[in-house]
């Protein structure tokens, strides 16, 4: 039994390398050559039929194979919006992981957001990307690097594990996704900026500062 499922895996996984291959390189992987493909296919199953079991069959029930074809090119169709929906969908998703907040009990008073924008902060807590940024103006008389402390200080309560650890891809993801979702004081985030700013805050942790920026974010958040 165990060599009949491993030969018939390997088989298996030859017709399936063949019609993954077939797709890519005859239908090129575009969804109206796969669906034209599949109801040709269908109709070819049917003209077989009739050559087994004679054409009076199909023409005696052509009503129900024509009700069917209709019914499979619905499906088909279908299948295909949901799936080039969901790549619309992920787009729309960023891939960091939040702490469950309570969105109702944030303090957004605490970093001057307007209506529109705690919709946008709804939707990263979401795990969604935003439609507008979100412009962030905390902490305008400390200087711009307050303002990239602070914000590095509420992602770190947000995401689950913090970002103390982020490197390499995974850094330049959270960078992209606070350059995607924020403007501070009216202005794009840059890359160097918050790379220079990271650095500083990382090695500032144990700094007074520092410290009353953490319980600031925090009692915005209601954490404390």
Same mark, same amino acid.
Not at 21 to 45: V, Y
Not at 104 to 133: C, T
């Given at each position: 039994?165990?060599?009949? #499922?491993? $030969? ?17 390189? *005859? #239908? ?14 269908? #109709? ?11 054409? *009076? ?43 469950? #907040? %309570? ?5 957004? $008073? ?21 439609? &507008? ?13 307050? %303002? ?5 200080? =509420? ?33 794009? =985030?840059?890359?160097?900026?918050? *790379? ?9 942790? $144990? ?11 925090? &009692? ?5």
């Amino acid at each position: 039994m165990e060599k009949f #499922i491993l $030969e018939s895996g390997k088989a298996l996984a030859r017709l399936r390398s063949g019609i993954n291959d077939f797709i890519e390189d *005859k #239908i090129e992987g575009n969804a109206s050559n796969l669906i034209l493909f599949i109801l040709a296919f269908f #109709i070819l199953f049917v003209l077989s039929f009739s050559l087994i079991f004679g054409v *009076k069959p199909i023409i005696d029930g052509y009503v129900y194979f024509l009700i069917l074809l209709i019914v499979l090119a619905v499906v088909l169709i279908w299948l295909a919006i949901f799936y080039e929906s969901n790549k619309h969908v992920e787009t729309d998703r960023h891939n960091f992981k939040l702490e469950p #907040i %309570n969105k109702f009990r944030i303090r957004f $008073e605490y970093i001057n957001l307007n209506k529109d924008s705690k919709e946008q902060f709804f939707r990263l807590l979401k795990g969604r990307r935003v439609q &507008q940024k979100i412009n962030f103006t905390v902490g305008n008389k400390s200087g711009d690097s307050a %303002n990239h402390r602070i914000l590095f200080v =509420l992602f770190d309560e947000l995401l689950v594990g913090g970002i103390q650890d982020f490197s390499g891809e995974r850094k330049r993801d959270f960078f992209q996704l606070l350059m995607d979702s924020f403007l501070m004081n009216n202005e794009p =985030l840059k890359e160097n900026t918050l *790379k220079t700013s990271f650095s500083a805050w990382k090695n500032d942790q $144990e700094k007074i500062n520092s410290r009353n920026q953490r319980k600031f974010i925090r &009692q915005m958040l209601n954490k404390e």
